[in-house]
């Protein structure tokens, strides 16, 4: 479904992104692991041209993006931010329908579409619709950008760390019913994170990248049994090195 | 003060007319032009230094300035347009400013937001970046509104009627009623349409569409009467009236309303004034048909339009070649010589005079370098200061320009020892002033002069005939005791002029 073909990125003489190869298969979800600077979300907008390649090609079901409209692109590709960036000057409902009303949609199938994905995303229609995202609480938000994302039916979405700002209550309870939409829906995504936990429990593969470059791509399985390096070692033992320490810390406290 | 209240409705609706029309123009300039900046950035510096750069013209300059500019392109140089340009310019920078600046800082993270959701840059325009920016280009806006409305007080001297001829025509006359009805009327005015712009930016932002609804059609209303009000003289079969032209100061005052009525009068034509133009504003104004008859003085013109820098000798001659002058050069005709001077001179306190034997202005050359010396906003730029300065060999210790109103306060409160009077001034006696004696002649004739132009010479025979009848019948005690009741006792021109023309026709 998503093809990247040595893919660079280069801004000035720093290289974001050097030579990037992978393929996301339909109905996958891909999730985009590493660092802060390790080329994660600027890979991912060169997905859907927010940001464009300095060398290399991305095909979205066989057709080369260089060669759509951007705009028209991004309509067939859902994307979900990080910072959600909500409209505040318009409603929820108006947020989540503002791709179909750039597709022409008729009124009524864009107000049964939003009342559907906030039943979908577990919101309220009738209490949220038409409400001002100022309103919401951050977990709100954050489902409220994932409905605005599904909005138009995409096949194939982007989502950059859209749950990384939350609290880890909140954050679990989103990636649950994350997991069950897409089940729900088939739909193909590439999931950018740099929580390990998170990576392991919505990924169907996990792509590891440092300074710009693939370093290993394959199921958790895969990752967790043969990693590719120490570094790749590191970063998947980063969830059991922090469980041993709040066993440490309970076992230090009940010893004494 | 209900004097003053009549004239409101014209003074208010005129004023009306230049804010609105100007607003609209500034905002349908600076709109796209901030857009366009925020679109391509290189044009940012440019486009904003040129608006600031207009924005530090004062706003009198910019407005007088407008006259000549119209007239080298044989534009309508006085009145409407030179204002309305004025203005128009004037309000650009608040709202262009304020566009650039509300668009610019829309958060980057909706703009890609924007992007993301797949729309194309107009919609991104349209949708996110022009409702985000809202409230601060409306705050532009309201800039805006205040300050054209404040400054349309100033398109008087460029002949464009306003509020303004509250202000400009009471500072002259003493008349602070006429001052305040001017000043609490733009206020006022400049309220009301700052709240109806806050109102419709409140309604956009609530999404509250009755609440727009109500100020856009108040909005709209304004304008449809100001385009109305403005287009209705051209599809009027009414004759235009017989224009009459006044500089800024009382005896222009009086005397443009007596030639108004005289007119009236005598032809039962329709007349009306044009007040408070400036010194050669008025005379542009003549020769472009804007008026058709002011009153000039006769060194005045050999000075300034003649660009004569030596004094012409006795009155008979310099009014011979000033007639020839306009005549020729101009197509305009002296009509009447009202029988007074008007001549520029140097005054001090009596007081004074006497104590130090001062008749002549010789006797104040020896202390010259002792004395200060106050005048108006012309008088030390005038050939005539240059001739009394070289034919004397005058020199002094301080030059104040100030307003001619306030120079008779100056030297009476000890401010300055000598100031440019002028001779009919009715506040030389008011102020116990004497006028020094010009004994070699360094002073320029200064006859008033009725002057009318190439129109009203060809189409207005009876007209013409009327003001003919005026020749000799104002003498300079008259002219002074007119000037010394509107100045000192308070009275007003119009009541003044009837009073003369009443008594004048009364005598056989």
């Known amino acids: 479904m998503i093809e990247l073909q040595h893919l660079t990125k280069q801004y000035g003489d720093q290289v974001a992104v050097r030579d990037l190869s992978l393929e996301v298969g339909d109905g996958e979800l891909l999730v985009l692991l590493g660092g802060s600077g390790c080329g994660k979300t600027t890979t991912l907008k060169m997905i859907n041209r927010l940001v464009e390649p300095s060398a290399g090609v991305v095909r979205v079901g066989g057709d080369d993006v260089s060669q759509l409209a951007p705009h028209e692109l991004r309509r067939r590709v859902g994307y979900a931010f990080q910072q959600v960036g909500l409209f505040p000057h318009m409603t929820v409902g108006d947020n989540i ?48 950008g994932v409905a605005r994302a599904l909005a138009a039916k995409p096949r194939v979405m982007l989502l950059d760390e859209p749950f990384g700002a939350l609290d880890p209550l909140t954050r679990g309870r989103l990636q649950d019913s994350f997991i069950r939409i897409r089940r729900d829906l088939g739909v193909t995504a590439v999931f950018v994170t740099h929580d390990m936990v998170e990576a392991l429990r919505l990924g169907d593969r996990i792509a590891v990248l440092d300074k710009g470059r693939l370093v290993q791509i394959g199921t958790p399985r895969t990752l967790m049994r043969e990693p590719a390096d120490d570094s790749v070692r590191q970063l998947l033992d980063t969830p059991r090195r922090e469980a041993r320490l709040v066993d440490d810390l309970l076992s230090d406290g009940t010893g004494t | 003060m209900a004097e003053q209240l009549a004239l409101l409705p014209e003074y208010l609706s005129a004023h009306v007319q230049l804010t609105l029309l100007a607003l609209l123009c500034s905002a349908a300039l600076s709109l796209p032009l901030g857009i366009a900046v925020t679109r391509v950035r290189w044009l940012e510096q440019p486009v904003l230094g040129l608006a600031a750069v207009i ?72 949708r996110v970046e022009l409702p985000l920016a809202l409230p601060v280009i409306v705050a532009g806006l309201r800039t805006a509104t205040v300050w054209t409305v404040g400054i349309a007080t100033l398109s008087t001297p460029v002949g464009a009627t306003s509020l303004g001829n509250y202000i400009f025509s009471g500072l002259q006359t003493r008349n602070y009623a006429a001052v305040l009805v001017g000043c609490l009327a733009s ?119 003649m660009g004569r820098t030596t004094v012409g000798g006795d009155r008979a001659t310099v009014l011979a070649e000033v007639r020839a002058f306009l005549a020729e050069q101009h197509g305009i005709e002296v009509v009447a010589t009202l029988g007074f001077e008007n001549a520029y001179a140097v005054a001090a306190r009596t007081a004074d005079a006497e104590t130090m034997g001062w008749t002549r202005i010789s006797d104040l050359v020896p202390l010259g370098p002792t004395l200060s010396m106050g005048g108006d906003f012309e008088f030390f730029s005038r050939p005539e200061w240059t001739s009394i300065r070289d034919t004397y060999g005058l020199t002094l210790s301080n030059q104040r320009t100030m307003d001619a109103a306030l120079m008779y306060e100056a030297i009476a409160e000890g401010a300055v020892d000598l100031i440019s009077a002028y001779t009919t001034d009715g506040r030389i006696s008011a102020y116990d002033l004497r006028v020094l004696e010009d004994d070699r002649g360094a002073i320029p004739p200064y006859d008033a002069v009725v002057l009318v132009g190439a129109r009203l010479v060809r189409d207005w025979p009876d007209v013409l005939a009327a003001l003919r009848q005026l020749d000799g019948a104002i003498d300079a005690e008259t002219m002074r005791t007119m000037n010394l009741q509107v100045d ?21």
């Open chain 1, 97 to 144: 329908g503002i791709t179909p009303t750039l597709l022409g949609w008729s009124p009524d199938a864009i107000r049964r579409r939003v009342d559907e994905l906030l039943t979908l995303v577990e919101l309220d229609p009738d209490t949220i619709r038409d409400r001002d995202p100022a309103q919401l609480s951050g977990g709100q938000q954050q489902r409220v």
């Open chain 2, 488 to 508: 000192v006792e308070g009275a007003d021109p119009t009541t003044v002029a009837t009073a003369f023309i009443d008594n004048w026709t009364a005598t056989p």
């Open chain 2, 187 to 305: 206020a006022g005015l400049a309220m009301v349409l700052d709240g109806l712009v806050r109102t419709v930016e409140v309604g956009l932002r609530t999404r509250r569409r009755r609440l727009v609804g109500a100020a856009a059609t108040v909005t709209a209303g304004l304008y449809l009467y100001t385009v109305v009000t403005l287009a209705a003289p051209l599809f009027s079969d009414a004759a235009r009236p017989v224009m009459v032209g006044a500089k800024g100061f009382t005896e222009q005052y009086i005397l443009a309303s007596l030639l108004d009525q005289w007119v009236e009068r005598e032809t039962g034509r329709p007349a009306a004034q044009m007040q408070s133009l400036g010194s050669t504003v008025a005379f542009d104004a003549l020769a472009a048909g804007d008026i058709d008859i002011y009153v000039d003085y006769s060194g005045t013109l050999w000075a300034h339009l």
């Open chain 2, 55 to 126: 924005q530090t013209i004062p706003s009198l300059a910019l407005l007088a300035v407008m006259v000549p500019l119209l007239a080298s392109m044989r534009l309508q140089s006085i009145g409407f347009l030179p204002a309305f340009i004025g203005l128009t310019l004037y309000g650009v920078l608040p709202i262009l400013r304020n566009t650039v600046t509300g668009i610019a800082g829309v958060d980057p993270a909706l703009r890609e937001a924007a992007r993301g959701v797949g729309m194309t840059s107009r919609q991104q325009l349209w």
